[in-house]
């Protein structure tokens, strides 16, 4: 008899989700089993913190509910490395006549490496490899050249014109019941996160719902209102598509039912969404063409001779929310206390430690790490080196964002400012962009940086690098 396993990662759910509707295709009474396996020591290497490991434990336990619903039982085993994960699949298929294995692709070098060992070492036992955490395959996306595209635009009018020729859509799970199973128990990964993880979907169907909820009422004004960190005007569905609870076809097809076009139809503002859809699946191509950026080295070398300050007093006050910078305090204190950041407040931030402060961005990049939900080296890595002008598509070096001017931009009425540093509610709006130009009030501190000197410096130094 055929015995089938689902090895699940950061795809945890059961709705569009390409392994589990190939695993479920088939008799009723075929065996299938699913786990999900941590490597707790390479996933600490790689600095995942309790946020994300708490809010996989949440994922996991919904969709081992989902899963016995369907018949099947979810087992989690605790692992140290990904080597053992190879180890641990390869006894379970032996002790278990398992004949098929089903998995969804990942795009890091080192999940990569795994799964080639996996595939090239699969003996008696058929491998199903499939692509779901992205729209388009990686390595399908190509220059005239064959080549992996390294700037955004020609990347994404080349992405736009085979998804039109492909028709991506989602996965449905075949109609073939089984009888129901009890969901299965195992060692909790994390028992306590750093922040608040309450605003995040944590079921199949929260997901779904905010899904619909901003489709409906936010998608139409998103081009105007994302940029603004005191709205709710971006989804928020980022941790939900990091771990996988939702899969980006299913963003677009809420998107195209309410629109009634498909995306390339899509007028101007809601297409904006979409770009940001494209740009993620962009990161996790350049993962696939370029290794290097999952081992730590800039994607443009010779900003490898910059010389970094990383001075640990001012590290720690960016850390901590006490730079003197509201705009930039305020979205690191947004960071720990809730495990997520507004992406143009992620720009800033990035901005003011790696050109005022002058600090490497990988310190930067660790942080987040550390704290997001939506952790993602493939995106985490893309935004701290276009911020840092050491990736691809950067941001050229002499542009350095004013904190001040992006603030009085992005959060006019300081609301998101005042929500953040409650130091400042003492002070006139108008002046808690930039409290120095007053008094700085108690509880408060002022600027562990010059703002235009820093600036020169970083310039300078990216100069000094070119010549
Ligand atoms: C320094 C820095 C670090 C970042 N680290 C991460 C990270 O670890 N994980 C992560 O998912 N995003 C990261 N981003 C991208 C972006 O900030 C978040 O995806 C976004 O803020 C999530 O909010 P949202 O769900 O409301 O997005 P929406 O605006 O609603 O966008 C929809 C979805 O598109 C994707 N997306 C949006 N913007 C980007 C982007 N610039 N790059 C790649 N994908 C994007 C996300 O999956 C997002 O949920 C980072 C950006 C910067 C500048």
Known sequence: ???????????????????????????????????FLTADTEWASFGYGANRLYYTEQLLTNLSKNLASLGVSLTVIRLETYHDQVAWIRQFCATESVSDLYFNQEYQWNERLRDRHILE???????????????????????????????????????????????????????????????????SLCDRPDSDLSQFPMTEEDAKLTLEDFVTHRLGQYDRARNQPDVLGTSRLSGALARGLLSPRQCIQAAEDLVQRPIWEFPDNAFSWINELIWRDFYQHLLVGFPRLSKNRAFRPETEALIWRNIPAEIDAWKAGRTGIPIVDAGMRELRATGWMHNRVRMIVAQFLTKNLLC??????????????????????GGWQWSASTGTDAAPYFRVFNPVSQSEAHDPQANYISHWIPELLKMPVKKRHAPWSGSIPQGYTAPIVDLKSSRQRAIDAFKDLKS
Not at 360 to 374: C, K, S, T
Request: glycine letters at 4%; a neutral charge.
């Open 121 to 187: 070492n699969s003996g008696a036992i058929t491998v199903h490899a499939f692509v779901d955490r992205v729209l388009l395959q990686p390595s399908t996306v190509l220059t005239g050249d064959e080549r992996f595209y390294s700037v955004f635009s020609p990347f994404k009018r080349r992405w736009l014109s085979i998804y039109q020729n492909q028709g991506v859509r989602p996965f449905t799970l075949p109609n073939r019941p089984r009888a129901a199973v009890p969901p299965g128990q195992w060692l």
């Open 1 to 35: 008899m055929q015995h089938r396993l689902i090895w699940f990662r950061d795809d945890l759910r059961v709705t569009d989700n390409a392994a589990v509707s190939a695993a479920l295709d088939c008799d009723p009474d075929t065996q299938i089993s699913a786990v």
């Open 360 to 381: 490497d961005w990988r310190i930067g990049e660790a942080h987040f790490m550390q704290y997001l939900v939506d952790s993602d080296l493939g995106a985490n890595n």
